[in-house]
């Protein structure tokens, strides 16, 4: 019996680096407010890697759970607002996230994909696939509201790709010592 690479055992596996509560009810209220509501079917997320081979699983399992326990929460920067184009986002700022994405990389290195093989700008979509004319009137709607802020990322959320809705995996809390 085969299965699919959306539905079934082949899903490719998506890592997110989890947002504190207050931050991600904002985004989540600004997602909700500014994302088309048919496009709208996830929570706010800061995606790590978009990608990662579905039999790279256990492995990548074992790996998070290290990593959570060896890292502390790991500090990070709301900077303020980003353009993505046609879209708008929340720009985000960790050189400890960067770097502890770049452990997983390095060890699945040969299986990312082009998109996953770089390190990506951390941020946190609140509106997509609209005109550039609505992403920078949405822009300077929100000028001035997004007040620059540090925080700390709390853990690692992993997920299945279905097509719509993510699957949730596993979370991995940080328990490191700072």
């Known amino acids: 019996?085969?299965?699919?690479?959306?539905?079934?055992?082949?899903?490719?596996?998506?890592?997110?680096?989890?947002?504190?509560?207050?931050?991600?009810?904002?985004?989540?209220?600004?997602?909700?407010?500014?994302?088309?509501?048919?496009?709208?079917?996830?929570?706010?997320?800061?995606?790590?890697?978009?990608?990662?081979?579905?039999?790279?699983?256990?492995?990548?399992?074992?790996?998070?759970?290290?990593l959570s326990s060896e890292y502390a929460p790991v500090p990070a920067r709301l900077e303020g607002l980003m353009n993505l184009g046609r879209g708008t986002a929340l720009r985000l700022a960790s050189p400890e996230m960067l770097a502890l994405r770049a452990e997983v990389a390095e060890r699945f290195h040969g299986l990312l994909t082009a998109q996953d093989s770089h390190a990506p700008r951390l941020h946190v979509t609140i509106q997509n696939k609209v005109s550039a004319a609505e992403a920078k009137a949405l822009q300077a709607e929100l000028a001035g509201t997004i007040a620059p802020r540090d925080f700390v990322?709390?853990?690692?959320?992993?997920?299945?790709?279905?097509?719509?809705?993510?699957?949730?995996?596993?979370?991995f809390a940080f328990r490191g010592r700072a």
């Open 153 to 171: 990322f709390p853990g690692l959320a992993l997920f299945r790709y279905r097509g719509g809705p993510w699957e949730a995996v596993r979370r």
């Open 1 to 66: 019996m085969t299965r699919d690479h959306l539905g079934g055992a082949e899903a490719p596996l998506i890592l997110t680096a989890a947002l504190p509560n207050d931050l991600q009810a904002r985004a989540n209220a600004l997602r909700r407010q500014h994302f088309p509501p048919e496009r709208n079917h996830l929570d706010a997320h800061v995606t790590l890697f978009h990608a990662l081979p579905p039999q790279v699983e256990a492995e990548l399992v074992a790996l998070l759970a290290r």
